[in-house]
T-cell receptor
C-alpha cells in the first residue's frame, strides 16, 4: 500500500538556524498537504501543492513539490521558538479522497 | 460552533468494554475523516465519509472498529471489546469537497482514549 516517509524524525536547532523536512511517497501523488501540530494540539493546515515542481512561500516557510510528484520539502528560514511542533505531510493519490500522512518531523528550537 | 467538535475529550475505560466516540463536523463540510494517533506517532487513517457515497473503510484495523455517519453530518466511531493497544488519540477532520477534493482538512481536538 501507499507509504509516506518523512526525514528526519527529530530535529533540534538553535533559534535563527534553518530547518528542512523531507517527505517521500512510494507512489505518485495527485497533491500534497502540509500540517503543523503544536505539542498537545491538533494538526493545522499550512499549505497545499498540486503542480509538478511547484514552489510556494509563506513568510519564512518555503514548500516544494518534486517534478515526479513523489516527494516534497518544507524549509524554514531563521527558525523562531514559535516554529516548535511536529510537521506532517499528507499525500493523496489520484482516484481517492484518502490522505496518507507522513511519519512527521518533530522540531525543537533552542533559544 | 465554528470548528470540528469531538466528544468526549477524554475517555478511560476497562479492557473489553465498548466505546463510542463522536464527531460533529463543520457545517457544510461533506467530507469527514477519522484518524488515530498514538503517543508521539503520526496519523493513521481509519475511515473516510463523503456525502452519500460508500465510506472508505480501508484503514480500520480490525472488525472491532466501525463507524457511521448519520444524515451526512455527525459521525460516531465505535470500538468494541477494547484492547490496550487501542489506547490513542482519535482525531476527526472535515473538509469541503471540490471536484478534485484538494481541500484542507480541519481537525477537532481529538478524543484521548485510555484502556486500562
Amino acid at each position: 500500500g501507499q507509504q509516506v516517509m518523512q526525514i528526519p524524525q527529530y530535529q533540534h536547532v538553535q533559534e535563527g538556524e534553518d530547518f528542512t523536512t523531507y517527505c517521500n511517497s512510494s507512489t505518485t501523488l495527485s497533491n500534497i498537504q502540509w500540517y503543523k501540530q503544536r505539542p498537545g494540539g491538533h494538526p493545522v493546515f499550512l499549505i497545499q501543492l498540486v503542480k509538478s515542481g511547484e514552489v510556494k512561500k509563506q513568510k519564512r516557510l518555503t514548500f516544494q513539490f518534486g517534478e515526479a510528484k513523489k516527494n516534497s520539502s518544507l524549509h524554514i528560514t531563521a527558525t523562531q521558538t514559535t516554529d516548535v511542533g511536529t510537521y506532517f505531510c499528507a499525500g493523496r493519490t489520484s482516484g481517492t479522497y484518502k490522505y496518507i500522512f507522513g511519519t512527521g518531523t518533530r522540531l525543537k528550537v533552542l533559544a | 460552533g465554528a470548528g470540528v467538535s469531538q466528544s468526549p475529550s477524554n475517555k478511560v475505560t476497562e479492557k473489553g468494554k465498548d466505546v463510542e466516540l463522536r464527531c460533529d463536523p463543520i457545517s457544510g463540510h461533506t467530507a469527514l475523516y477519522w484518524y488515530r494517533q498514538s503517543l508521539g506517532q503520526g496519523l493513521e487513517f481509519l475511515i473516510y465519509f463523503q456525502g452519500n457515497s460508500a465510506p472508505d473503510k480501508s484503514g480500520l484495523p480490525s472488525d472491532r472498529f466501525s463507524a457511521e455517519r448519520t444524515g451526512g453530518s455527525v459521525s460516531t466511531l465505535t470500538i468494541q471489546r477494547t484492547q490496550q493497544e487501542d489506547s490513542a488519540v482519535y482525531l476527526c477532520a472535515s473538509s469541503l469537497v471540490s471536484g478534485t477534493s484538494n481541500q484542507p482538512q480541519h481537525f477537532g481536538d481529538g478524543t484521548r482514549l485510555s484502556i486500562l
